[in-house]
C-alpha cells in the first residue's frame, strides 16, 4: 500500500486527505508478479472485480487508477478497459511510488490479531515483505478460502520463506478464525 502519481516527494496519509499540495497523490498498491506464472490480462481481471472501478473516486486519492508500467501494460489497460465501457478508470504512466505508513500495511490483517500475531513479525518491513503476511491479510479480507491459505502456507514453509514455527502458530491461529474452514 502506498501512494502514486504525484508531484512532491514524501506523501502521508495526513498529507494526502488534508493537503492541497499532495492532492495530486492516489492511494495505490505495487504489484511484482512473474509473468510466466500470472498474465498481466489476469491481473488486470482481477483488478477490476478487486474494487468499483464504476463509480469514481470522490477525489484523485481514491479514483481507480492503472499506473502502466511500459507501452504493453499500457495497451492491456487501454485494451481492457474497452471491454468496460461503464469504468471510470483512468490509465496512467507510472510515477514514484511512495510506500504508506506501517498502519497502513496489510491493513485488514492488523485487525486480527490472532492472525498477525501468528507470523511472529519483529519489525514492519517483515509485514510488508513476508509472503505469508499476504496470504493472511486475504484471509482476514475475505478473499481467500482457509483451505487455499493453508495449501499457500505449506508451500511457503517448503521453499523456507516462513520458519517452521511460524508455520505452525499461523496454521493454528486459521483454525481459530471463526468462517475460515
Not at 514514484?96 to 505508513?101: I, K, L, R
Not at 496470504?135 to 495449501?151: D, M, R, T
Request: hydrophobic share 40%; net charge negative.
Amino acid at each position: 500500500m502506498g501512494y502514486c502519481g504525484g508531484v512532491r516527494d514524501e506523501p502521508t496519509y495526513k498529507k494526502v486527505c488534508n493537503d492541497a499540495e499532495y492532492d495530486d497523490w492516489a492511494e495505490a498498491i505495487q504489484l511484482q508478479f512473474d509473468p510466466s506464472v500470472l498474465s498481466y490480462q489476469t491481473l488486470l481481471d482481477a483488478f477490476f472485480r478487486a474494487h468499483d472501478h464504476i463509480g469514481g473516486g470522490r477525489s484523485r486519492q481514491y479514483s481507480s487508477i492503472i499506473f502502466a508500467h511500459d507501452d504493453a501494460q499500457r495497451a492491456a489497460a487501454h485494451a481492457a478497459l474497452a471491454l468496460r465501457p461503464r469504468s471510470s478508470t483512468s490509465v496512467e504512466e507510472l510515477q514514484p511510488f511512495w510506500q504508506a505508513e506501517p498502519y497502513h500495511q496489510k491493513w485488514l490483517l492488523q485487525r486480527k490479531r490472532d492472525l498477525l500475531f501468528s507470523l511472529q513479525l519483529c519489525e514492519y518491513d517483515e509485514l510488508i515483505a513476508a509472503p505469508a503476511a499476504t496470504v493472511l491479510n486475504a484471509v482476514a479480507a475475505g478473499k481467500l478460502p482457509g483451505g487455499v491459505a493453508q495449501q499457500r502456507l505449506d508451500v511457503l514453509v517448503g521453499r523456507g520463506e516462513m520458519t517452521p514455527q511460524a508455520h505452525e502458530t499461523a496454521t493454528a491461529a486459521l483454525w481459530q478464525v471463526r468462517g475460515v474452514y
